[in-house]
């Protein structure tokens, strides 16, 4: 069980920069996968960027790959989704979600994010960027 508080979000212009953090709660967060996701106004749900549960696997959607980056602070509890190069299409509610470890786990039992199951998400922070 954990629960997620995202903060950081803003407004910014074309170009900028922006963090945003997920913090969580509970003394097993280092057993979640942990996900960015973001969500436009009218549009569904996307994946932006994932981090195993030992911060040594990334990934990131196509649209961000190169300006976005993610890394996480077990000692912290906490995930962050740094943010440059801001483009208006970025503009989004961002949320942060967790997967339980053993839902990412292929037959082998390797890490494969594409399997992941996101059981737990957080409240969404608005991020708007401005022409």
């Known amino acids: 069980q954990v629960q997620l508080v995202e903060s950081g979000g803003g407004l910014v212009q074309a170009g900028g920069s922006l963090r945003l953090s997920c913090a969580a709660s509970?003394?097993?967060?280092?057993?979640?996968?942990i996900g960015w996701f973001r969500q436009a106004q009218g549009k569904e749900r996307e994946f932006v960027a994932q981090?195993?549960?030992?911060?040594?696997?990334?990934y990131y959607a196509d649209s961000v790959k190169g300006r976005f980056f993610i890394s996480r602070d077990n000692a912290k509890t906490s995930v962050y989704l740094q943010m440059s190069s801001l483009r208006p299409e970025d503009t989004a509610v961002y949320c942060c979600?967790?997967?339980?470890?053993?839902?990412?786990?292929?037959?082998?039992?390797?890490?494969?994010?594409?399997?992941?199951?996101?059981?737990?998400w957080g409240q969404g922070t608005q991020v708007t960027v401005s022409s």
């Open positions: 979600a967790a997967a339980i470890k053993t839902s990412c786990l292929n037959f082998y039992s390797d890490y494969d994010p594409s399997l992941c199951e996101y059981r737990y």
């Open positions: 509970g003394r097993t967060f280092s057993s979640y996968a």
């Open positions: 981090i195993s549960w030992s911060g040594g696997d990334t």
